[in-house]
């Protein structure tokens, strides 16, 4: 078997199992989420919450 081969091999049984498939999927959501998040999308926090704690820090 040749080394190309034995890859070949190693990567379809990889994708046979169906707990890998669903385990990169539910991390590549969770990667893109999270760069959205650092991007400034504000998915998880409100953004009027936001500029009320910048007003709220600006007075004291």
Known sequence: MKF???WKQWFRNVLA??????ISIYGF?????????LAGCN???DPEQVTMDHEVHRFH
């Open 29 to 37: 959501i969770v990667i893109i989420l999270l760069l959205l998040e």
């Open 17 to 22: 199992n169906k707990h890998v498939i669903k």
């Open 43 to 45: 998915l998880f926090t």
């Open 4 to 6: 190309w081969e034995f």
